[in-house]
Nanobody, 125 residues
Framework: QVTLVESGGGLAQAGESLRVSCKLS????????MGWIRQAPEKEREFVAA????????YYSKSVKGRFTISRDKVKKIMSLEMASLEPEDTATYYC??????????????????WGQGTQVTVSP
């Protein structure tokens, strides 16, 4: 069983930066990808970014590519998302997820087997 605990986030003004992190506990033996999925009020969950846990390859949605950077530390079992040039449209609850699925599935929230509790990011104009 993999447990995910998020931290970070908070309040920022447009153009500023924030970081969210996700600490993994227990075994990660079968974990293939870790990702960030966000949900804005009254909207469906949206894929943000993902990273191959083993080789570090990264994947981003079009809306955040070039502004957000996902990374992971396998030894410390921490995944992070650095969010720069934040926009009010980035306001959402950010969830970290763990997936044992293949690459083509990780852009869909349904492929994530393990979930964190979520952390709020609010960006003011």
């Amino acid at each position: 069983q993999v447990t995910l605990v998020e931290s970070g986030g908070g309040l920022a003004q447009a153009g500023e930066s924030l970081r969210v992190s996700c600490k993994l506990s227990e075994r990660t033996l079968n974990l293939r990808f870790m990702g960030w999925i966000r949900q804005a009020p009254e909207k469906e969950r949206e894929f943000v970014a993902a990273i191959n846990w083993n080789d570090g390859h990264t994947y981003y949605s079009k809306s955040v590519k070039g502004r957000f950077t996902i990374s992971r530390d396998k030894v410390k079992k921490i995944m992070s998302l650095e969010m720069a040039s934040l926009e009010p449209e980035d306001t959402a609850t950010y969830y970290c997820g763990g997936s044992t699925s293949i690459l083509s599935a990780i852009f869909q929230q349904q492929s994530y087997k393990y979930w964190g509790q979520g952390t709020q990011v609010t960006v003011s104009p």
